[in-house]
């Protein structure tokens, strides 16, 4: 068993900031270092690591802790594995277990040997495809796979031989050992490798270690790929190709695509976060990796009939799991390979930019089956469209598909709105909503909270007051607050003051007027207090996109484009103020 004594000194021998360092570029000074969040996407800084008590926090997404869940989070690994990676780090062995059963040590000992067993397949396969045997590398050159590209992703290729077989038995491995690898299989009374004149495509799990293998053929045998069956240390629906890279490269949010080529393409020419489904369908657990890297997830599976049923497949799976999703659209090209061998990457950016929401893709797969000439068939596509709107969890994405459905259909929006929403829908949805001001005072852990803008400024002025009389206090709120988050220029002039100490006195000299109104707080009310001005903001900037949305026409491309811009801006906004 691993005791307690055991953690802590994995945790006294190893760094927290040498550990984060190598996946977040860090900034400060003993006490305390910042960055941007490696867990959710910001423009400012909001991640602190104290090298002192050794801790991490994100005051945007809210997670936080020690190295071992700093590793768990961003490796997408157990508490134990975790364990391992930084013990691994710090040069400190693995315990050896006394008190597991003689089976349990049995599939452990197996488990090694097999993926020892994927490792020398995968450098056999490496040298075989830069030998060039039976013209491979001559084959992946003519799919314009860089060298880089192709050491990159460990490619490599399957001869005809029996060499890898022989050369593992030669190390000691027995025939019961190949065939569990799911290498070799078992005819009649001899041992055959599975994979043979294939291009050979290592699959990784998280960890980087290769646990399976895809392989295609290079001439117009059948079947074209042929994939590992499940082992002992793989199972297809748990595991996404190229994850292993993409999870180190998340500049955007994840691409999932259908095929190895697609992955590879994509990443040769800098999307490089696009992952595969080891399969046409998306499952539960895939989906559930993707969710520990980002909330958005850019669909681009073929485009042919499986495609389209894979699709739709997968947004059902993403929204199961709160992942929101988006449809790229390369046609006439069959998919993202194909498209980028024969298109710049700049039109590649386009297609991303002109991406669909996933309720527009529903409907428009829905619409093809009916011709909206016929008054019978508008009717029905309306009903159904209205059936999948209801559904659906997106305020601003219904609103803006019931828009863009009275235009193609010529049909009322509230003829439209009245279906989807019965008697709860009101006109008034589709209006710009003006600001409401009140008078209203409301009271919060004895803190007076105004409302109206006048007196707002003095809940701003006594939150600054505090701040300048405890200026030790600003490097911690500032990774929280940005001047930004003030409603008031003055406020925001004076809280960009006191990034320079030095400047704290002048502040002092402006709260000594009595131009400025304020309350004294206490320090048990700032943390409070800063959660309030921080929830304003968001919902500021919330209500701002949503007037700006009210004005877009769904029928015009670019208003199109924004308006799925404001729909993700208010997801994401509306998630973190749901956090705070």
Request: hydrophobic share 35%; net charge neutral.
């Amino acid at each position: 068993m691993i005791d307690d004594n055991f953690i802590e000194d994995v945790k006294a021998r190893i760094n927290i900031l040498d550990i984060i360092s190598s996946y977040v570029e860090l900034k400060g000074n003993a006490e305390s270092y910042k960055g941007l969040c490696p867990f959710h996407n910001e423009k400012s800084p909001s991640f602190m690591v104290n090298e002192k008590k050794q801790i991490f926090k994100c005051f945007g997404c809210g997670e936080g802790g020690d190295a071992i869940a700093f590793i768990m989070k961003k490796e997408n690994l157990d508490f134990m594995d975790a364990l391992k990676v930084l013990a691994e780090k710090a040069n400190i062995p693995w315990p050896e277990d006394k008190t597991i059963t003689l089976q349990q040590r049995q599939t452990a000992e197996l488990r090694e040997k097999l993926l020892q067993i994927h490792l020398i397949a995968a450098r056999y396969y490496f040298q075989m495809l830069w030998n060039n045997v039976d013209k491979s590398l001559d084959y992946i050159k003519r799919r314009n796979l860089s060298d880089k590209t192709i050491k990159k992703f460990g490619l490599g290729y399957a001869p005809r031989s029996t060499a890898l077989r022989e050369h593992l038995l030669s190390k000691g491995y027995i025939e019961k050992e190949l065939i569990e690898s799911g290498l070799f299989v078992s005819r009649g009374t001899q041992i055959k490798d599975r994979f043979f004149g294939r291009i050979m495509f290592p699959i990784f799990d998280i960890r980087g270690r290769v646990i399976a293998f895809g392989g295609r053929v290079i001439d117009s045998s059948l079947p074209k790929y042929l994939n590992s069956s499940d082992t002992l240390i793989f199972h297809k629906k748990n595991h996404l190709y190229g994850l292993n890279i993409a999870k180190n490269n998340l500049t955007r949010d994840i691409f999932l695509v259908e095929g190895y080529m697609d992955v590879i393409a994509m990443h040769q020419y800098g999307f490089s976060s696009a992952v595969a489904s080891l399969g046409t369908s998306l499952t539960e657990q895939q989906a559930q990796s993707i969710k520990k890297y980002c909330n958005n997830v850019y669909l681009a599976y073929d485009n042919d009939e499986a495609g389209i049923k894979a699709t739709l497949r997968g947004i059902d799976i993403l929204k199961i799991n709160e992942l929101s999703a988006f449809v790229l659209d390369f046609s006439p090209w069959n998919d993202p390979d194909e498209y980028l061998s024969n298109n710049s990457t700049e039109e590649f950016e386009k297609i991303i930019s002109n991406s669909k929401s996933s309720l527009q893709f529903q409907i428009e797969q829905i619409q093809k089956k009916y011709s909206l000439d016929m008054e019978k068939d508008k009717i029905t596509f309306i009903k159904e469209a209205s059936f999948v709107l209801k559904k659906h969890s997106s305020p601003v994405e219904i609103e803006t598909e019931i828009i863009r459905l009275s235009d193609i259909t010529g049909l009322s929006i509230k003829s439209i709105g009245s279906e989807v929403y019965g008697k709860y829908f009101s006109p008034k949805q589709f209006e710009v909503q003006g600001m409401k001001k009140s008078n209203k005072v409301t009271e919060k852990n004895d803190i007076k909270i105004h409302k109206d803008e006048e007196a707002w400024l003095i809940t701003e002025f006594s939150f600054l007051n505090y701040l300048v009389n405890h200026i030790s206090e600003y490097d911690v709120i500032k990774n929280m607050l940005s001047k930004e988050d003030f409603s008031n220029e003055e406020s925001r002039e004076i809280f960009d003051m006191l990034s320079d100490k030095n400047l704290s006195d002048v502040v002092k000299e402006k709260f000594r007027g009595k131009n400025i109104k304020y309350e004294v707080i206490s320090s048990e009310q700032i943390y409070n207090l800063m959660l309030i001005i921080k929830k304003n903001s968001l919902k500021m900037k919330i209500n701002h996109l949503l007037e700006e949305q009210m004005k877009l026409d769904s029928s015009n491309e670019k208003d199109q484009r924004r308006l799925i811009e404001i729909g993700m801006s208010v997801m994401e906004f509306t998630k973190e103020l749901d956090n705070l």
